[in-house]
């Protein structure tokens, strides 16, 4: 089975979601050939399991201190660039052209007339979920953004829609929650827009993960490196995790029963329906502004009793995969959504599938 898979590079939670089906379509023994846009390539970490991947500019939103700054994303946004990569990306020999939101891919696919299976939360956006601010101008923009034939999309629950569970990394990390321990995790703002507020609360420790040359101390503040096995083996020692309103985060988080406290970006449509959404199920609670009063809040509060144990999806969807990647998806959906049970929060679990 030979695979093109086309990755958004933007933050890391697509680049995560791309690692767990690296695995489980290497295990199948599937030759997949990566394309990943969005950020500069020496900009990526831990890529190993992409081998040899391909990398464009492709397009992205700008932002500063949080907020997206649509002049700044219109200004940057390379058109004629982006047209010569699609001409660039070779889309012809593959069994399937897989997307999760590239579109540089999903762009050079369309030219060409090519079926490509769309896989990533924002395919969720096309049914009946809660949404923030949707508009004709959001939904069209995340039907054209990287257009797929068959969009699989993933959420935090079914909402009797036929969109799947998260994919969620099986990690070898002992689970346990490290009573005022905190994981800290907004990419779109800086070390200078979060630690002031963090040295209010010296009883507390904080991990901030930011794009840092090394590692440092500040008191009770440790800034950390983009590492993925040092930033698993905090998420899962920690008590509670502070984010921006993504959805590859909150879902470790959720799975693991970990307190959420959620900043969604200012502007972006998708991130403030996920803190909607996360609301809405009771798995977090939503930052309007990251502030000492949000913070004291929160805080004290008690960790969730229980966590949501997802199945390996991914697993499950190269399955489907090999089987002929049918155009009903909704057994499988079914299926998965069965297998995603409530467990109870107690300390020690370990989460190797």
């Keep these: 089975m030979k695979i093109l898979y086309g990755v958004q590079g933007t933050g890391n939670g697509h680049t995560t979601r791309a690692r767990i089906m690296a695995k489980a379509l290497a295990n199948a023994g599937a030759q997949v050939d990566w394309v990943f846009s969005g950020r500069e390539r020496d900009k990526f970490f831990d890529m190993e399991a992409f081998g040899n991947f391909q990398s464009y500019r492709g397009l992205t939103f700008a932002t500063q201190s949080g907020k997206v700054l649509f002049l700044?994303?219109?200004?940057?946004?390379?058109?004629?660039?982006?047209?010569?990569?699609?001409?660039?990306?070779?889309?012809?020999?593959?069994?399937?052209?897989?997307?999760?939101?590239?579109?540089?891919?999903?762009?050079?696919?369309?030219?060409?007339?090519?079926?490509?299976?769309?896989?990533?939360?924002?395919?969720?956006?096309?049914?009946?979920?809660?949404?923030?601010?949707?508009?004709?101008?959001?939904?069209?923009?995340?039907?054209?953004?990287?257009?797929?034939?068959?969009?699989?999309?993933?959420?935090?629950?079914?909402?009797?829609?036929?969109?799947?569970?998260?994919?969620?990394?099986?990690?070898?990390?002992?689970?346990?929650?490290?009573?005022?321990?905190?994981?800290?995790?907004?990419?779109?703002?800086?070390?200078?827009d979060i630690v002031p507020q963090l040295r209010e609360f010296p009883e507390y420790d904080f991990f901030v993960y930011q794009p840092v040359p090394a590692a440092y101390d500040e008191g009770h503040i440790h800034v950390r490196p983009f590492s993925r096995e040092g930033f698993q083996a905090d998420l899962h020692r920690c008590e509670g995790v502070i984010c921006s309103a993504g959805f590859e985060l909150p879902s470790e988080a959720i799975h693991l029963g970990k307190k959420i406290l959620v900043q969604p970006v200012a502007g972006q449509m998708e991130q403030k329906s996920n803190a909607l959404a996360l609301e809405k199920l009771g798995y977090g609670q939503v930052a309007k502004h990251f502030d000492v009063e949000t913070l004291g809040k929160w805080l004290p509060l008690k960790a969730p009793t229980k966590a949501r144990d997802y199945p390996d999806v991914a697993k499950a969807l190269v399955n489907w995969l090999l089987q002929g990647g049918g155009e009903d998806i909704r057994m499988l959906q079914q299926q998965l959504w069965q297998e995603t049970i409530e467990v109870e929060n107690s300390e020690n679990r370990l989460f190797a599938k």
């Design 72 to 192: 700044k994303t219109a200004l940057n946004s390379n058109l004629t660039q982006l047209y010569r990569d699609t001409r660039d990306v070779n889309v012809e020999g593959y069994d399937f052209i897989i997307n999760d939101f590239e579109p540089v891919s999903a762009w050079a696919a369309k030219r060409a007339g090519k079926k490509v299976i769309g896989i990533s939360h924002q395919n969720a956006f096309f049914y009946d979920i809660p949404k923030a601010d949707s508009n004709i101008f959001t939904n069209w923009f995340m039907h054209n953004f990287a257009p797929v034939t068959m969009p699989i999309g993933l959420h935090w629950h079914h909402f009797n829609q036929p969109i799947l569970p998260p994919m969620v990394e099986q990690a070898n990390h002992l689970n346990y929650s490290t009573p005022k321990h905190y994981l800290v995790y907004l990419p779109f703002a800086g070390v200078d």
